[in-house]
């Protein structure tokens, strides 16, 4: 498998207006909800022209891309949150000391590894024997009966994580982002019910062989799972739900090898090499958004 490409250098801001436009209703002058999109869209069009703004927003749950820009202060305060947020995330994955950056994490591995390593192929994912048999034991009725629930056993938020984290997996992010729970899980089944004919077990061992590892879907998963990495393990959530539990298994195969979970042995160094390599990249979009919007 090869590299993904480095994204091309990032040009300066255009210095702007610090007034955002306002499509106002000629009846009342009011700001109109039916216009949401629309000034959204005319936004990003005539303020942030640059290939790098487009980058960061994609990585915004859906939801949020069309929010309402009322005033500068609501969308700088906004976005700076979500900015801050994302090199929060990202420090706390490599484990990054304060008054250290990610280049000197890269620096690191450059003395502490050979080049022939640092660029190595990887290797094709696998699932471990314990999650073979986990997965093949979602077949039968026993398990996989909560597909056809309207909620899981334990409704609690952790629980459905597991389930988002498959949905970005198997890049049906529309899914993995619904914000209710409740909608998530109806949509959830929907889908997953139709797909596995009957047999979930089968239809997971197959499906896991196309899995997405790219570096948006890891920074993705690196944001949900962020505050519970240490909960990722089929101990714990076989306690909360058996079936939800079997999934785990997969799951955490999955975000061990793409270096989500904590860096350990399962995680190729040539990945975890690339992942720093796309932080660093992440970050100096991030920081350039960052001063933009200082400005407005």
């Given at each position: 498998m090869t590299h993904s490409k480095t994204e091309r250098s990032l040009k300066p801001v255009q210095k702007t207006s610090n007034k955002l436009p306002i499509h106002s209703n000629k009846k009342n002058n009011k700001f109109s909800k039916k216009n949401i999109k629309k000034n959204s869209a005319y936004y990003l069009k005539t303020y942030c022209k640059e290939p790098w703004f487009e980058n960061i927003l994609s990585y915004l749950p859906l939801s949020d891309r069309n929010n309402l820009i009322i005033c500068s202060k609501t969308f700088k305060l906004y976005h700076l949150e979500k900015m801050n947020n994302i090199k929060k995330i990202l420090y706390s994955k490599f484990n990054i000391k304060e008054g250290k950056t990610i280049e000197d994490k890269i620096n690191e591995f450059k003395n502490k590894y050979s080049e022939e390593e640092l660029n190595k192929n990887y290797l094709d994912f696998q699932m471990s024997k314990g999650t073979v048999k986990a997965i093949e034991?979602?077949?039968?009725?026993?398990?996989?009966?909560?597909?056809?629930?309207?909620?899981?056993?334990?409704?609690?938020?952790?629980?459905?994580?597991?389930?988002?984290?498959?949905?970005?997996?198997?890049?049906?992010?529309?899914?993995?982002?619904?914000?209710?729970?409740?909608?998530?899980?109806?949509?959830?089944?929907?889908?997953?019910?139709?797909?596995s004919n009957g047999k979930k077990g089968d239809f997971l061992n197959e499906i896991s062989k196309t899995f997405n590892f790219d570096d948006k879907t890891c920074l993705l998963l690196d944001k949900l799972v962020y505050d519970i990495k240490e909960k990722i393990i089929p101990s714990y959530y076989c306690k909360i739900c058996t079936s939800t539990g079997l999934l785990s298994f997969l799951i955490k195969d999955a975000l061990d090898y793409n270096g989500v979970l904590a860096i350990n042995k399962k995680t190729q160094i040539s990945r975890i090499y690339h992942n720093l390599e796309f932080a660093k990249n992440i970050m100096e979009k991030v920081n350039h958004y960052i001063k933009f919007l200082t400005k407005l």
């Open positions: 034991l979602l077949n039968d009725e026993e398990y996989s009966n909560i597909f056809n629930q309207k909620n899981l056993d334990n409704d609690i938020k952790d629980n459905y994580i597991i389930y988002r984290c498959l949905c970005y997996l198997i890049n049906k992010r529309e899914i993995a982002e619904i914000k209710s729970d409740k909608l998530f899980w109806i949509k959830f089944c929907e889908f997953f019910n139709e797909k």
